[in-house]
Nanobody, 127 residues
Framework: QVQLVESGGGSVQAGGSLRLSCAAS???????MAWFRQAPGKEREGVAS???????TYADSVKGRFTISQDNAKNTLYLQMNSLKPEDTAMYYC??????????????????????WGQGTQVTVSS
């Protein structure tokens, strides 16, 4: 069983930076790992994903500002967020897929393929 625990959220002014972490317990080797976010009254949005080969995908809204990475030795996923905007305000969730199931690149920012989810960490960006 995989458990995911996010940390690193907080309040920051527009233009600032935050780094989110997601500590995983259990076997995530071979999983696709991803960050999602959901703002109040809005649908969940895929932000970024990374697989065991280091292949990444990003939502257009965060390209060039956010970077997803992982430290396999620490079994930890990261999201470096720079040049934050008020519209980035949301609860951010970490997700992991079943390592036995291939997920095509085009659907990795869709929440359906992911089996494991963390509880979320809040990011608030003020103008």
């Amino acid at each position: 069983q995989v458990q995911l625990v996010e940390s690193g959220g907080g309040s920051v002014q527009a233009g600032g930076s935050l780094r989110l972490s997601c500590a995983a317990s259990g076997n995530t080797y071979g999983s696709v790992m991803a960050w999602f976010r959901q703002a109040p009254g809005k649908e969940r949005e895929g932000v970024a994903s990374i697989d065991s080969h280091g292949y990444t995908t990003y939502a257009d809204s965060v390209k060039g500002r956010f970077t997803i990475s992982q430290d396999n030795a620490k079994n930890t996923l990261y999201l470096q967020m720079n040049s934050l905007k008020p519209e980035d305000t949301a609860m951010y969730y970490c997700a992991a897929s079943d390592p036995e199931v291939w997920i095509g690149h085009l659907i990795r920012l869709n929440g359906d393929p992911y089996n494991y989810w963390g509880q979320g960490t809040q990011v608030t960006v003020s103008s």
